[in-house]
């Protein structure tokens, strides 16, 4: 099976960055498309980034607008999601997800999920 562990949330003020890692692993996972959803209070969980691990492309919800950047280490163990200019929309539960499927950020049916890690921008 696979685990993901995710790291990083905490409290940031408006304007401000951070820096979520998701530290994966498990039989095949260097192979499997990575990425990070999140959830609102009150809302659906939604995608925000995902990575092609092999391909090393990524693909983006509409909202980051070159916000944020998703990015490997050189292992392919480590996920991580650069966050600029954070607002307070921003605010969620940020979840880490793979599977072996095609690397979308619209899926929302990825087989491995994390326990999050909470982002407050306030």
């Known amino acids: 099976e696979v685990q993901l562990v995710e790291s990083g949330g905490g409290l940031v003020q408006p304007g401000g960055s951070l820096r979520l890692s998701c530290a994966a692993s498990g039989d095949s996972v260097k192979n499997y498309c990575m990425g990070w959803f999140r959830q609102a209070p009150g809302k659906e969980r939604e995608g925000v980034a995902v990575i092609s691990r092999n391909s090393n492309t990524a693909d983006y919800a509409p909202f980051v607008h070159g916000r944020f950047d998703i990015f490997q280490d050189n292992t392919k163990t480590t996920v991580y999601l650069e966050k600029n200019d954070l607002k307070a929309s921003d605010t969620a539960m940020y979840y880490c997800?793979?599977?072996?499927?095609?690397?979308?950020?619209?899926?929302?049916?990825?087989?491995?999920w994390g326990q999050g890690t909470q982002v407050t921008v306030s």
């Open positions: 997800a793979a599977d072996s499927g095609f690397c979308l950020a619209a899926r929302r049916d990825y087989k491995y």
